[in-house]
């Protein structure tokens, strides 16, 4: 193979790592953001310019995150942008006069309405030299561009990064927040087990679990109050705590991770809901304890559902706080739900949806198609959506 050929085997393999990171983004055709518009507004006062964008370069068009303009579209294609350029060094690009640009000359953007003459640009990276994309500056006439500027236009491309970086951490925490969620039901052959947890933010304060042998399932839904990485930390504590309790009786459960707990929620002023049950899979007795949750049922084939009550307080309320246990059971057939107030969301907002959300279940072919409908209503939700949806369906087979 000759030198050309093995350069141009390299840069392709360069330019897809480029894209794949531009795609892990999640930020394509995303709406405006105001962390980022923030950046643009301060670039176009900074510099006394027109136009100050944060631009992302896929495969074939460049996208603009910042800012979203009335009537003007969000996407151009690559061969026409100017930061497709950019990308492709790792040096701030700078263009006095685009009309005396060979690289530029030719592109729509200086022969067309926008007229554009004065171009800088600061290529935007994730600390691995895959470069996603730019923050740029533009100007309908000619003009210079010192190393002051320079170096102020690199600070700002530094404080995008930042931003760009947060989105990253978050997506990665969000794959590990949804891979600790259970996947499997071992040893349960008259049982099956499904759940959703979906965040209204990348991640979120809810959280679910299930595990237990062949005579038992346990089972714990919480809900932190807070929302984004905040409630995340929580519930990860929340979580950390009951699975260290694995097969205590339900109330001295809820006790002990309440007095583990209830300094640091008081320290952060949060507290948490949660609904922790352990089912007998011989008989279908469900014993539980509710912290001040209060959306868990019992859904009977064609009776009402019966609503399993709180039986004290959140934890992290009060130090010493008290649980009672209560008991229901599932007969052949019946079906338990346990789920978050971002459920009822879907509906009007208040526990008279219990009744809808009972339906679902009790229509719904398994507790996987019922999971998967509550997860089809919250995606046609979403854009409205100010709180997580976690929903866990069990159901004792006939």
Not at 6 to 35: G, N
Not at 155 to 174: F, K, N, S, Y
Not at 195 to 205: E, M, R, S, Y
Request: charged share 25%; hydrophobic share 40%; glycine share 8%.
């Amino acid at each position: 193979m000759g030198l050309g050929a093995q350069e141009t085997r390299i840069d392709d393999d360069f330019e897809r790592l480029r894209v794949a990171a531009v795609e892990r983004l999640d930020l394509l055709d995303t709406p405006a953001e105001e962390r980022f518009d923030r950046i643009t507004r301060i670039a176009r006062e900074l510099f006394d310019v027109p136009v100050a964008e944060i631009n992302l370069i896929d495969d074939e068009r460049q996208f603009t995150k910042s800012p979203h303009l009335p009537g003007k579209a969000t996407s151009i294609a690559r061969i026409d942008s100017f930061c497709e350029i950019t990308v492709r060094q790792p040096d701030i690009v700078v263009v006095p006069d685009a009309t005396k640009d060979a690289r530029f000359s030719d592109r729509s953007p200086v022969s067309d309405e926008r007229h554009v003459r004065f171009y800088a640009g600061r290529p935007l990276s994730l600390g691995d030299d895959l470069r996603v994309g730019t923050l740029c500056l533009v100007d309908t006439v000619p003009r210079e561009f010192g190393p002051e500027q320079r170096r102020l236009l690199d600070e700002m491309g530094q404080w995008v990064e930042r931003e760009l970086q947060d989105t990253a951490d978050l997506d990665r925490a969000a794959e590990v927040q949804q891979g600790l969620l259970p996947q499997d039901q071992p040893g349960w052959p008259d049982f099956e087990v499904a759940g959703i947890c979906l965040p209204a933010k990348t991640v979120g304060g809810d959280y679910y679990a299930w595990h237990g042998d062949g005579s038992s399932i346990e089972l714990t839904l919480a809900d932190v109050m807070g929302k984004g990485a905040a409630g995340a930390i929580l519930a990860a504590a929340v979580r950390a705590a009951f699975q260290s309790r694995t097969g205590d009786d339900v109330v001295g459960a809820v006790e002990a991770v309440n007095t583990q707990l209830a300094d640091d929620l008081g320290v952060v002023g949060s507290f948490a809901t949660l609904f922790h049950a352990v089912i007998d899979t011989a008989s279908g007795r469900v014993d539980y304890a509710d912290a001040g949750h209060g959306l868990s049922a019992i859904v009977r084939s064609g009776a009402p559902a019966e609503r399993l009550e709180a039986t004290g307080l959140p934890i992290g309320i009060v130090a010493a706080g008290e649980w009672t246990r209560g008991s229901a059971t599932l007969e052949p057939g019946d079906r338990l739900v346990s789920f978050t107030d971002g459920v009822l969301d879907l509906f009007d907002g208040t526990l008279a949806s219990l009744d809808e959300v009972a339906a679902i279940v009790r229509d719904a072919s398994s507790p996987h198609a019922a999971v998967a409908r509550f997860a089809e209503l919250a995606a046609s939700a979403r854009s409205r959506a100010s709180d997580d949806v976690t929903v866990v369906v069990v159901s004792r087979r006939p």
